[in-house]
């Protein structure tokens, strides 16, 4: 079993940034692969990014490149998202997502993630 924990939502003016913080703990070798996605209300879930912690390599949806960075501390177990030039339209329930391998151009299909956080909201005001 594997629990994930975030932390770091709040509510922000447009131009802002914010750190979201995902603990992970339990069950390493089942959630190789972290990911965050975000889900605003009546939309889908959405992949942001993701990284697999035993090799480093990061994905990330294109049109959030440049403005959201994912990166983990290992010794803590924790994975990071950091986002800048927050926008209106980044407002959203963001989560925190494991899997055993981030499957390359599958690392944001949601359904794929066996263990999900609880979700930290994020509020971009203009």
């Known amino acids: 079993q594997v629990q994930l924990a975030e932390s770091g939502g709040g509510s922000v003016q447009a131009g802002g940034s914010l750190r979201l913080s995902c603990a992970r703990s339990g069950d390493t070798t089942s959630s190789n692969c972290m990911g965050w996605f975000r889900q605003a209300p009546g939309k889908e879930r959405e992949g942001v990014a993701a990284?697999?912690?035993?090799?480093?390599?990061?994905y990330y949806a294109d049109s959030l490149k440049g403005r959201f960075t994912i990166s983990q501390d290992n010794a803590k177990n924790t994975v990071y998202l950091q986002m800048n030039s927050l926008k209106p339209e980044d407002t959203a329930m963001y989560f925190c997502?494991?899997?055993?391998?981030?499957?390359?151009?599958?690392?944001?299909?949601?359904?794929?993630?066996?263990?999900w956080g609880q979700g930290t909201q994020v509020t971009v005001s203009s």
């Open positions: 997502a494991a899997r055993a391998y981030c499957g390359g151009f599958t690392w944001g299909l949601a359904a794929q993630y066996k263990y």
């Open positions: 990284i697999y912690t035993t090799g480093g390599n990061t």
